[in-house]
């Protein structure tokens, strides 16, 4: 005479059971705890009662995982490579140079019972330099209208106009560290006569500095000529005026001299 046989009460970790038997060939039902799963997808799960006394499948839940959090452009600390079961969180922190679209560098989130993060974040986006687009050049065109940071744009003098070394293109970046524009040219200079003006605008401004230092050479060298002239008459003046004096020092000498009274003979008789 056989022994009737029993199953068991199954040993399913983080799981409920919908019912349950206990004879050869019965089922029992078992499903899982929120948050958990027998394998991906599958929370409910129907066990049979074996001849030898085990149930089949047997199997306990576990935490669901949620899929790998894809941030290529920052770095995820917390889960594994990205993952993480129910209820852990990560942390994503931007890189430099990015943010978030609201202006943030770090958010958190955490894996959800449906599989999905929540909050699920966005990605993080490069940041801008000043005015988010390339700051303008006095008769210049830039080729890019775009201003995020390592943009790099080549600025274009306008037809007929050049920079100051007579070049016509300068390259300017958005800085990643600093958000700044760094390169930016200031202006073209130029006119109708194009490039070539350039070097007859430079021979006019020497040609006009050179009249200048003529006209200063011509003035020093006549004022030293005046003065020449009048240390010549100068000195003219004193020996005239030396002559005169002697001339006066005469005459009142003259004037201040006896007359001498003539001598008279007198006859003896």
Known sequence: MFA????????????????????VSSTD????????????????????CQTDGSWIPSDSC????CPPYIQYRGNITGGTEGEAKYKERIEVTCYLGYQF????????????ANYHWDPY???????????????????????????I???????????????????????????????EWVGVPTECLGDAL???????????????????????VIVVFMWLIVCSDCNEDRKLLRVCQSEEKEEEVESEDESEAPEEEPIRLQMVA
Not at 101 to 112: F, I, L, M, Q, S
Not at 121 to 147: F, I, R, W, Y
Not at 155 to 176: H, K, M, P, Q, V
């Open 121 to 147: 974040l966005p990605l993080c986006e490069p940041k801008k330099c000043p005015g988010g687009t390339p700051p303008p050049v006095l008769n210049a065109t830039p080729n890019t209208t775009e201003g």
């Open 4 to 23: 009737e046989v029993y199953c068991p009460v199954p040993a399913i970790l983080n799981a409920q059971p919908l019912n349950h038997t206990n004879e």
């Open 62 to 65: 576990w935490k669901r995982k």
């Open 194 to 216: 194009g490039p070539a003006n350039n070097i007859v605008g430079a021979g006019k401004i020497l040609s006009t500095v050179t009249a200048s230092l003529a006209l200063v």
């Open 29 to 48: 039902v078992y499903t899982c705890y929120e948050g958990y799963e027998f394998q991906p997808g599958e929370t409910v799960r129907t066990m049979t």
């Open 149 to 179: 940071i390592e943009t790099v744009v080549k600025y274009t003098c306008n037809a007929s106009y050049t920079f100051i070394d007579g070049s016509t293109e300068r390259i300017a970046y958005c800085d990643l560290e600093t958000q």
């Open 101 to 112: 679209p609201d202006g943030t560098e770090v958010k958190r989130t955490r894996c959800g």
